[in-house]
Nanobody
Framework: QVQLVESGGGLVQAGGSLRLSCAAS?????????VGWFRQAPGKERDFVAA???????YYAESVKGRFTISRDNAKNTVYLQMNSLKPEDTAVYYC??????????????????WGQGTQVTVSS
């Protein structure tokens, strides 16, 4: 079992920054595992934002490239999502997710086995 707890969401003006945290417990960042960030706006599907593979390879959605950075602190079992130059369209509930070692696609929600409860990010214009 893996438990994920997100934090760091809030209200920010356009152009501002936030850093989301995802604290993991249980089996964590071992070989072939992956952690991802997804977001879901009201009435929309849950979309891929960023992913970090066990070997430090990263992936980003085109809409956040150059603005968001995913990183990991192994000592704290925590994954971060640094979000800069935020836009109103970034407003959503942000979820972190954990994938056990298996084949799959980093942007596919079905690839992930555990999810956090989500944290709200609201960007005002």
């Amino acid at each position: 079992q893996v438990q994920l707890v997100e934090s760091g969401g809030g209200l920010v003006q356009a152009g501002g920054s936030l850093r989301l945290s995802c604290a993991a417990s249980g089996r964590t960042f071992t070989t072939y595992t992956m952690v991802g960030w997804f977001r879901q706006a009201p009435g929309k599907e849950r979309d891929f934002v960023a992913a970090l593979v066990w070997n430090d390879v990263t992936y980003y959605a085109e809409s956040v490239k150059g603005r968001f950075t995913i990183s990991r602190d192994n000592a704290k079992n925590t994954v971060y999502l640094q979000m800069n130059s935020l836009k109103p369209e970034d407003t959503a509930v942000y979820y972190c997710a954990y994938a056990l070692p298996k084949s799959g696609t980093y942007y596919d929600t079905n690839h992930y086995d555990y999810w956090g409860q989500g944290t709200q990010v609201t960007v005002s214009s």
